[in-house]
């Protein structure tokens, strides 16, 4: 079922699940450090359906795509567990800067409220791209568009990862890069940044899989238009196939 509620579009309902394509932008609840919200996925949503529901995961503000909500308490618990145990398989989109190997992985331990965790990304290159825009002592700008597949599920781990490798998100702040940032918001008209949760798999209460799967949201889609995608995303499967 797919379903536009005011800023929302509902993309799965099930008996004890609800997901939601969160546009770029949306904060998923309350918090103090974003006293300039106004809308929250949490709130609308409850408005939405009429009944209480519970974020089962969540996404950073700037990145759009699948996000899980429940439909109760037990629903919520029995969730979480599968993403606490790793057995929720997730996979973004991202443009990044510069362009990336074939296909690789990851493995940085990652700092967040003074814990150290052990952090593993994975990723595989599906396009690249380069368009005449100068770019500090080069003549062009060079990006690639990656599936990203994170196993573990760390703070702005996929944004710090690809930062790491010299690789950030375009439109990621403060990980990316500003020179690229500032070329993209002011020269393509996109300030939003390029991270999209894909798809998410995993097992309901009776064992059976459920693949949910978000459209790109409008940012996105026109900075593949800008960058002149050859291939047909519908035609390129999410996930990664680790050798």
């Known amino acids: 079922m797919n379903t536009a509620i005011s800023q929302l579009e509902i993309i799965y309902e099930g008996e004890d699940l609800i997901a939601i394509n969160k546009p770029p932008g949306l904060l998923v ?6 006293a300039d919200a106004k809308e929250f996925a949490l709130q609308s949503l409850r408005r939405a359906v009429g009944h ?10 700037k990145t759009s795509g699948v996000l899980l909500f429940a439909r109760s308490k037990e629903a919520n618990q029995y969730y979480q567990q599968q993403f606490r145990e790793r057995k929720v398989r997730k996979n973004y989109i991202a443009v990044v800067r510069g362009y990336m190997h074939e ?15 052990s952090a593993i990304t994975h990723y595989d290159r599906i396009e690249q791209f380069e368009l005449n825009i100068p770019s500090g002592k080069f003549n062009t700008s060079r990006y690639s568009l990656i599936n990203v597949l994170p196993e573990t599920g760390r703070f702005h781990q996929i944004r710090k990862h690809l930062a790491h490798i010299d690789h950030p998100v375009i439109g990621d702040r403060p990980h990316g890069c500003n020179k690229q940032n500032r070329i993209w918001k002011q020269k393509l008209g996109i300030p939003e ?16 899989d459920i693949v949910i799967s978000a459209p790109l949201s409008l940012p ?3 900075a593949l238009s800008i960058l002149g995608l050859k291939s047909n995303l519908e035609d390129t499967k999410p996930g990664i196939i680790l050798s």
């Open 220 to 222: 996105f889609r026109k």
């Open 29 to 34: 609840h309350r918090t103090k450090i974003a």
């Open 193 to 208: 940044m390029l991270l999209h949760a894909r798809q998410v798999v995993l097992c309901d209460p009776n064992k059976e």
């Open 103 to 117: 296909r690789g992985t990851i493995n940085y331990d990652l700092k967040h409220e003074g814990k150290v965790r």
């Open 52 to 61: 209480r529901v519970y974020p089962v995961h969540r996404l950073d503000r």
